[in-house]
């Protein structure tokens, strides 16, 4: 059974760093590039940041770019994400998603990030 289950999420204040991890179970974690994503309330669900499954690679919005740093372990088939600098307007739902190069995908169910003072 396919697993994504993000977690570190909370309650941070502006300026302030979380970093969420994303354990996954149930597929070839090192065959995929994993992403994570985040969808503030009343809006669309937006890229943050991408991986390759061999780590080589990374690239990010432009909207956390400097700030943001994706990052994953094979071994213990776990992607994170260190977010720093924190603002308000990073207040969202954040998912990790899976992506094969033949195509499947699968989505974490999420977990909320709210920066505030």
């Known amino acids: 059974q396919v697993q994504l289950a993000e977690s570190g999420g909370g309650l941070v204040q502006p300026g302030g760093s979380l970093r969420l991890s994303c354990a996954a179970s149930?597929?070839?974690?090192?065959?995929?590039?994993m992403s994570w994503y985040r969808q503030a309330p009343g809006a669309e669900r937006d890229w943050v940041a991408t991986i390759s499954s061999a780590a080589s690679a990374t690239s990010y919005a432009d909207s956390v770019k400097g700030r943001f740093t994706i990052s994953r372990d094979n071994a213990k088939n776990t992607v994170y994400l260190q977010m720093n600098s924190l603002k308000p307007e990073d207040t969202a739902v954040y998912y990790c998603k899976a992506r094969h190069y033949a195509g499947m995908t699968y989505w974490g169910k999420g977990t909320l990030v709210t920066v505030s003072s």
């Open positions: 149930g597929f070839t974690f090192s065959s995929y590039a």
